[in-house]
């Protein structure tokens, strides 16, 4: 318990303009030691609340008979003297401390229990009326008879007595009776302690053990019940079917999803046609546009000394060129796509050139069709072609957009190419030849092994990026070129078309060699020749050829 100090603290003053309360010469009460309680290891913890109760309340009644001094207050009235009055906050003698209870015989309450049981000393003597405004603890005797002091409080009315009256004494109550335990249990061996009071029970009658019934002891010779099956934890909950796995994707969509791009696509196109051509009909029927077909039919004149027909090496040309660029689409296709490479080639004079055979096929290829190309081009110079495939008037450009006017009507316009292209033909021709091959070699070579590694100054001026960007759009005009071409040759009069391009056959006439059907086998025998190339390309034939050039290595 927490002791007084030897000098009083002062605080605030009482009243207005007052001095610090208390006053400067007044001194604490003496204060007797408190006596020290047996070591810990000496008391076994309560293990019961009504214990430590009834504990508590000896150890403050010890206290207050030691002479413990009452710490005075504010007071009750204004200008009134503090609270309590300084007579009552000195230990009264008369006051008997409480006698401390004694430690009580520990008696059977029958078999296999027992009961502590205290016996409480004689009430103390009733304290007179003028201690009787001191606050002291309640105390209760374990026979339940209220002999102690009631605590006092504030008066009911202004300028009344305390309350309650100084003669009110408290009511009995019942103390509540011990846990019964077993012998040897953890609250067997509750016996109370020296300078602690223990509340007990008022009846010494023991309590009744419950009958425990024995537990049946099972037959071994009888026979056992079936096995019941007991239901899971997860009886009855749906479970989810297991993923399907992922379609095959060609690109970026399934096979059914291309199926749709295809029938969706191919629907939006047929439609878009149509709109086209019924709108250009009803344009090309008003008059202004009618004499715009007029001046510019869709073709000019040719420059004097202008050749007529095709020479057989034009013929030659036009196959192989058609031969190669569909094989280097079809592997410059691979080599994008590629990822784990079946087969390497390596370069004998530089072993360090390493690629995939499927790059080295594209590469050869591509020198192949350049070659082809560059021959093209001077042969076209040399015997005057050039004229029929390079614009020599800038009538071409009206030429051409009446020309497209009557493609877009399908109402084609007239022409003979044996004698002259008409001008949008001529742009198209023109274009691929003298600008999308160039870009294709130069952006590929650029791309390729052969380009200097080391040429810092090159590779700054001509970064590859700018290669790639140009190279793939490149490969997909000459894609369309070569659909809008074949598509336009076999609707514009097959027969003499391909007599033109494949047998060296025309007349100036559009209508002679209409029922010439030689240009028509040589095409098909080239589609043979190109398709059955197309299936070849694999590294079992092409490992022997590119063998010839180098070492192939199998991964």
């Known amino acids: 318990m927490a002791t007084y100090a030897r000098s009083v603290r002062r605080g605030l003053p009482r009243a207005r303009g007052g001095d610090p309360w208390p006053p400067e010469g007044e001194t604490p009460a003496p204060v007797s030691p408190a006596p020290v309680d047996p070591p810990a290891s000496a008391a076994p913890p309560a293990a019961d609340p009504t214990e430590s109760a009834a504990t508590g309340t000896a150890s403050m009644q010890n206290e207050s008979a030691r002479g413990a001094v009452t710490r005075r207050g504010l007071p009750r009235t204004p200008g009134g003297d503090p609270w309590p009055p300084a007579a009552s906050t000195a230990p009264d003698a008369a006051t008997p401390a409480a006698p401390a209870v004694e430690n009580a015989p520990r008696e059977a309450d029958g078999p296999g229990t027992d009961r502590v049981l205290v016996e409480a000393a004689e009430p103390a003597a009733t304290a007179p009326a003028a201690s009787a405004s001191v606050p002291s603890t309640a105390v209760t005797s374990a026979e339940g008879t209220g002999t102690g002091a009631v605590r006092r409080g504030l008066p009911r009315a202004a300028g009344g007595d305390p309350w309650p009256p100084a003669e009110t004494t408290p009511a009995p109550r019942a103390t509540p009776r011990l846990r019964e335990t077993a012998p040897g249990g953890p609250d067997s061996d509750l016996a109370p302690q020296s300078g602690r009071a223990h509340a007990v029970s008022a009846s010494s009658e023991p309590a009744p053990a419950p009958a425990t019934p024995a537990p049946a002891t099972p037959d071994p010779a009888a026979p056992r019940p079936p096995l019941a099956e007991r239901p899971l934890a997860h009886a009855g909950v749906a479970r989810r079917p297991a993923p399907k796995p992922d379609p095959a994707r060609i690109g970026p969509f399934s096979k059914a999803q291309w199926a749709g791009v295809v029938v969706l696509g191919g629907a939006a196109v047929l439609y878009v046609a149509a709109m086209a051509v019924l709108a250009v009909r009803w344009i090309l029927s008003l008059e202004p546009l009618q004499d715009f077909l007029t001046t510019y039919p869709g073709e000019y004149h ?51 050139r390493r690629m995939s055979l499927t790059l080295w096929l594209h590469q050869a290829l591509d020198i192949l069709w350049l070659a082809n190309g560059l021959i093209f081009v001077v042969l076209l110079f040399v015997t005057g072609q050039w004229m029929r495939v390079i614009p020599t008037s800038w009538e071409v450009f009206p030429n051409a957009l009446s020309a497209a006017l009557q493609y877009v009507s399908l109402d084609w316009p007239t022409e003979n190419g044996w004698v002259n292209y008409n001008a949008l033909q ?78 060296a056959t025309g007349s100036v006439d559009p209508e002679a060699y209409a029922d010439n059907w030689t240009g028509f086998w040589l095409f098909a025998l080239s589609i043979a020749v190109t398709v059955a190339a197309y299936v070849s390309m694999r590294p079992l034939v092409v490992a022997p050829i590119a063998r010839l050039f180098g070492e192939v290595k199998s991964r």
């Open 302 to 352: 040719l420059p004097e000394g202008a050749p007529v027909g095709f020479p057989a090496w034009l013929n030659w040309s036009h196959f192989l060129n058609a031969f190669f660029i569909v094989l280097i689409i079809r592997t410059g296709l691979q080599v994008r796509s590629e990822k784990r490479p079946s087969a390497f080639w390596i370069s004998k004079k530089d072993r360090k």
């Open 426 to 503: 001529q742009l198209a021709y023109f274009a691929t030849i003298f600008i999308a091959a160039p870009l294709a070699a130069i952006t590929g070579y650029r791309m390729s092994a052969m380009w200097p590694k080391q040429a810092t100054m090159l590779n700054r001026l001509y970064p590859v990026e700018w290669a790639r960007k140009v190279h793939f759009p490149t490969m997909l005009y000459f894609v369309l070129f070569i659909v809008v071409h074949v598509a336009l040759v076999l609707s514009t009069g097959a027969l003499r078309n391909l007599g033109h391009m494949y047998a």
